[in-house]
């Protein structure tokens, strides 16, 4: 298929993940429609700081490196896995808010779609879709699919 007037060919896919089995599973996705339409993938890992309600500013910065280090991690292993499947990928680390900073990305990069899980690792605390996902939906200028881990397939 090309893309015709209107129709967008998707060139560039961001996969933000957060390490957890429902990332786990919209990466396999995202490595589907990255093979389908030779499309690169951009790995996100956003590092989320707690709200440490009158803490030190040493701790502060030693609980903030410690999240960029963990999110680093994060971000490494996906790339590492996403190009043991012969993608083009690309990793980013970000801290912060996670809706906002992938949506950010989205924006910064250009990217075609985003290919996330619908629950993070706290997924405990999310209600239906999960939050991130939802502001996601709501805030991005390219489509956005998620993917559930209950009900889904490895593709390939």
Do not use: N, W
């Not at 990466?27 to 440490?52: C, D, N, Q």
């Not at 500013?57 to 280090?69: C, D």
């Not at 801290?95 to 779609?113: C, L, Q, R, S």
């Amino acid at each position: 298929m090309t893309a015709g007037e209107g129709e967008r060919k998707i060139e560039k896919i961001l996969y933000p993940t957060d390490g957890s089995t429902t990332a786990g599973r919209a990466m396999h996705f995202a490595v589907y429609i990255a093979k389908a339409t030779r499309a690169k993938i951009i790995v996100l890992s956003v590092g989320e700081l707690p709200f440490l309600h009158g803490a030190q500013s040493g701790l502060e910065s030693q609980v903030s490196s410690q999240i960029k280090r963990v999110a680093q991690d994060v971000a490494r292993k996906a790339k590492r896995e996403v190009a043991g499947y012969g993608i083009e990928a690309q990793e980013r680390t970000e801290i912060g808010d996670p809706a906002g900073k992938i949506v950010e990305v989205a924006k910064k990069e250009k990217v075609d779609a985003i290919v996330m899980g619908t629950q993070g690792t706290t997924g405990l605390a999310r209600v239906i879709i999960g939050s991130v996902a939802d502001r996601v939906i709501r805030e991005a200028d390219c489509p956005v699919i998620l993917v559930p881990l209950k009900g889904a397939r490895t593709l390939f």
